[in-house]
């Protein structure tokens, strides 16, 4: 992304998350993410996503609140 006066452009990549157990929705996601330079990585349970996103360190993390093994709050709280 360009810096507010335009003459530089940010080379670090921002590490983004996605959890969804709905497959079609994350691997949708995930590439339009990985177009802006992005490092993207996508987990379908809750369970793999709190482990991925201690692992994998993210920045951000797309999180689907109704997953099927433990919902989404339950895993926000786990990995932090």
């Not at 940010?10 to 590490?15: D, I, N, P, W």
């Not at 157990?21 to 996601?29: C, G, M, P, Y």
């Amino acid at each position: 992304w360009p810096s507010i006066s335009g003459s530089s452009v940010s080379t670090v990549a921002l590490k983004i998350l996605v959890v969804d157990d709905n497959r079609d929705s994350a691997e949708t996601l995930a590439p339009l993410l990985s177009m802006h330079r992005r490092d993207v990585r996508t987990a379908h349970e809750g369970a793999s996503g709190v482990l991925e996103a201690t692992a994998f360190r993210s920045d951000v993390v797309v999180l689907d609140l109704g997953l099927h093994d433990i919902d989404g709050y339950r895993a926000c709280g786990q990995s932090s």
